[in-house]
C-alpha cells in the first residue's frame, strides 16, 4: 500500500464524525437551532405563501407551474434566511450584556472559583486576582467597537447561515434555468 493511499485511509478515518450514539444525537440537533435544514414546505404557515408565489411565477401558465414551484420554494427559503440573519444580529445588538462564547466561558471560570474559595476549598491566585480585575474594568465600548465585537462573537452562526443562504441561491438558479426551458418547449412566455 502506497504512503498516499495510507494517508487517505488514516484522515478518512478521522473525518467519519460521531461513533458514539451520544455524540451521534448530539450532532442530530446541530441543524433543529434555527430550522434551517427543513424544506420549507414541511412549515405548514409557509405553504400557502410557496403555493402563492408559484402562481404568480407561472402567470395562469398550468404546465410551468411545477418549475415555479420549486423557483418559489428557492426564494422563500432564501428570504428565511435573511430574515433569521437579521433577528439573530438585531437581538445580539439590543443585547446589552451581549458576551462572546470566550467571554462567557471566561467568566464562568471566574465565578467557579469564587464559589470554591466561598466553600474554603481555594483562595485567590494573582492571576484570579488579573482576570477579575479585566473583567471589573472593562471599558465602555463606542457603538463601532462594540458593534464588531458582537459580530464577530456571531462569526460562526452567521458563516452556517451563509452556507444555506448560497444553497437557497444555488437552488432558485437552477430552478429558474428549468422554468425558462419549460416554459420556452410550451410556447408560452
Known amino acids: 500500500m502506497s504512503n498516499r493511499v ?5 484522515n478518512a478515518r478521522k473525518s467519519t464524525g460521531p461513533r458514539l450514539s451520544s455524540g451521534k444525537q448530539r450532532a442530530a440537533q446541530n441543524a433543529k437551532k434555527h430550522g434551517l435544514s427543513l424544506p420549507v414546505l414541511h412549515d ?6 410557496v403555493e402563492a408565489l408559484s402562481r404568480q411565477i407561472a402567470a ?3 404546465a410551468v407551474l411545477p418549475f415555479a414551484r ?4 428557492a426564494q422563500i427559503d432564501l428570504s428565511r434566511v435573511r430574515r433569521l440573519r437579521g433577528e439573530l444580529i ?3 445588538l439590543r443585547d446589552r450584556q451581549f458576551r462572546t462564547v470566550e467571554q462567557s466561558v471566561q467568566f464562568l471560570k471566574l465565578v467557579a472559583r469564587v464559589v470554591q474559595i466561598e466553600d474554603g476549598r481555594g483562595r485567590f491566585s494573582p492571576s484570579d486576582e ?3 480585575q479585566r473583567y471589573l474594568d472593562e471599558k465602555i465600548e463606542s ?3 462594540r458593534h464588531a465585537r458582537i459580530l464577530s462573537g456571531l462569526s460562526q452562526e452567521l458563516t452556517r447561515m451563509d452556507r444555506y443562504e448560497r444553497r437557497a441561491l444555488s437552488r432558485r438558479k437552477f430552478a429558474i434555468r428549468r422554468f425558462d426551458i419549460a416554459q420556452s418547449g410550451t410556447g408560452v412566455r
Do not use: C, T
Open 6 to 10: 495510507a494517508a487517505n485511509r488514516a
Open 44 to 49: 405548514p404557515e409557509l405553504g400557502p405563501e
Open 60 to 62: 395562469g401558465n398550468e
Open 70 to 73: 420549486d423557483i418559489a420554494e
Open 90 to 92: 438585531d437581538r445580539a
Open 130 to 132: 488579573l482576570r477579575a
Open 143 to 145: 457603538g463601532p467597537e
